[in-house]
T-cell receptor, first 115, second 108 residues
Framework: GAVVSQHPSRVICKSGTSVKIECRSL??????MFWYRQFPKKSLMLMATSNEGSKATYEQGVEKDKFLINHASLTLSTLTVTSAHPEDSSFYICSASERYTGELFFGEGSRLTVL | ELKVEQNPLFLSMQEGKNYTIYCNYSTTSDRLYWYRQDPGKSLESLFVLLSNGAVKQEGRLMASLDTKARLSTLHITAAVHDLSATYFCAEGLNDMRFGAGTRLTVKP
């Protein structure tokens, strides 16, 4: 089946630094990718919808200046957590919608810990 | 507000028993998903239900969808320890909305 790869899978950073998480569709093209956030023992919350070549659409309450999303190609979307704080520590999961079928595939997730 | 409500949120079962997890959703979506998540891992797709009356089975798990009642169920038959995980339902086309999850523990 199709594979969506996230990198890094785990990252630890200091407060105030920025962290970039990549989401790649390895064997298919994805016009749309989605970014989710999951706190421990909680559900997934949609943060934003990322469309190739255009600006991301953010969900209500998600700071677009805090969570920068770039979808520069049909196989790559990036989420940059800027000026990270401990409360940004979370599990971030992306999903990618296959260009022609619309089938959705999830990445393995990236665990961010901000010290 | 769009809502996806699961119950129960916690479920502790004995091996060999049957149980059902319920998922109510508030939209008119005809597409409902079930996922499994193990601790520290991402989501594993279990079922995609695309129409009213859809029923799918895989091993000890069976999922159904009633779009008129906006209800989906995930039925567990003769539970085994390996089924211990958190199960999520989600609705939507691509920008999915997830239920709170049901944390299932199957005890020997």
């Amino acid at each position: 089946g199709a594979v969506v790869s996230q990198h890094p899978s785990r990252v630890i950073c200091k407060s105030g630094t920025s962290v970039k998480i990549e989401c790649r569709s390895l064997d298919f093209q994805a016009t749309t990718m989605f970014w989710y956030r999951q706190f421990p023992k909680k559900s997934l919350m949609l943060m934003a919808t990322s469309n190739e070549g255009s600006k991301a659409t953010y969900e209500q309450g998600v700071e677009k200046d805090k969570f920068l999303i770039n979808h520069a190609s049909l196989t790559l979307s990036t989420l940059t957590v800027t000026s990270a704080h401990p409360e940004d520590s979370s599990f971030y999961i992306c999903s990618a919608s296959e260009r022609y079928t619309g089938e959705l595939f999830f990445g393995e997730g990236s665990r961010l810990t901000v010290l | 507000e769009l809502k996806v409500e699961q119950n129960p949120l916690f479920l502790s079962m004995q091996e060999g028993k049957n149980y059902t997890i319920y998922c109510n959703y508030s939209t008119t979506s005809d597409r409902l998903y079930w996922y499994r998540q193990d601790p520290g891992k991402s989501l594993e797709s279990l079922f995609v239900l695309l129409s009213n009356g859809a029923v799918k089975q895989e091993g000890r798990l069976m999922a159904s969808l009633d779009t008129k009642a906006r209800l989906s169920t995930l039925h567990i038959t003769a539970a085994v320890h390996d089924l211990s995980a958190t199960y999520f339902c989600a609705e939507g086309l691509n920008d999915m909305r997830f239920g709170a999850g049901t944390r299932l523990t199957v005890k020997p």
